[in-house]
């Protein structure tokens, strides 16, 4: 449960430093006219990552599998907010990959504490059943 707490809090803490810097970006490239969600389609973008999830032996494994775009939109998605790209935003965005990989981690976690908690209520059903 500590562990789970641990993740949760690295989480916010990956989060926030993402996010933080993105706002730093903003006011680098000169406010909000100059990067703004009206600047490009959502619709349009690709996944860059994709998370499979599996469950072997009452363990769950996580694996990053990089999405294969076809050439023709092979591009890199910072390139949209001009040539000469902040390092805030570059920055920004490892924040955010890293915090796919501590999702994955809690998920896992969760999982396994939940897997812990099912067993220990069977456990409690059996001592009763047997001091009656």
């Known amino acids: 449960m500590n562990d789970l707490i641990a993740l949760k809090t690295g989480l916010e803490s990956q989060l926030r430093e993402g996010w933080i810097c993105v706002a730093k970006s903003r006011i680098e490239m000169g406010g909000t006219s ?10 349009c973008s690709n996944s860059t990552v994709t998370v499979a999830v599996s469950e072997d032996e009452g363990q769950f494994v996580s694996s990053f599998e990089n999405y294969t775009m076809p050439e023709s939109s092979k591009r890199d998605i910072l390139k949209r907010f001009g040539i000469l ?46 001091s009656s």
């Open 34 to 43: 100059a990067i703004s969600c009206l600047q490009f389609d959502e619709r």
């Open 85 to 130: 790209t902040p390092g805030l935003l570059r920055k920004g965005q490892k924040y955010f990959i890293s915090s796919i990989n501590l999702v994955c981690e809690m998920a896992t976690s969760q999982a396994r504490l939940e897997k812990l908690c099912s067993e220990y209520q069977e456990l409690l059903k059996q001592k009763k059943l047997l």
